[in-house]
């Protein structure tokens, strides 16, 4: 996990990671912006997210962002990195398409609830918002103007080739971002876990 927040110390990123002892720096997180990246799938994002909104009493935010490369979205017809088709898609083809992104956004939308009807369980005030748009931009913009105290964002370990051509949301959140990132990824249990990281 990599936690950043310039106003805080090392020491206090560490209560992140043993909320027993008491912290009144850590009292101030009171709006947590939860990134995530499968409304279909409970990923780290969501569930320490929720545990955070949990312990420290605050609200929280779901974000998913629609980008045309992610996850299992549908691809436009003939839609490829490396590859421009020599002729152009049918009206047919074009309408397919556009109807699986429909239900691809509904369905993804109705597992955003879903998240949401979870945290309301745990008594915690949730919304949910589902925008287009770059991630890291959007997840940065909507910080901004929902007035977020803290964002949480995952890091998928990609190849290089990957990195070189999408770029790292969770380092683009963490340079851009106007309030403190908390970042967590999973790890396998022969990895060992990074310590928490604060700005000095």
Known sequence: MIFSDPSLTLADAARFFDPSQPSRSLAMYHKILIAIEDPSVDHAPFRQGIDLAEKLGASVMLLHVLF???????MPPGDDLFFVPAFLPDDALLQRYHEAWQSYIDENLKQLKVLADVAAERQIPAE????HGSPGKVICQLAHTWDADLVVVGHRRQSTLSELFMGSVSNYVLHHCPCA???TQEVSEEANPSEPVANP
Not at 68 to 74: H, S, T
Not at 128 to 131: F, I, L, P, R, V
């Open 68 to 74: 045309p490369g992610e996850g299992n979205a549908p």
């Open 128 to 131: 949910w918002s589902q925008n």
């Open 181 to 183: 990132v908390l970042v």
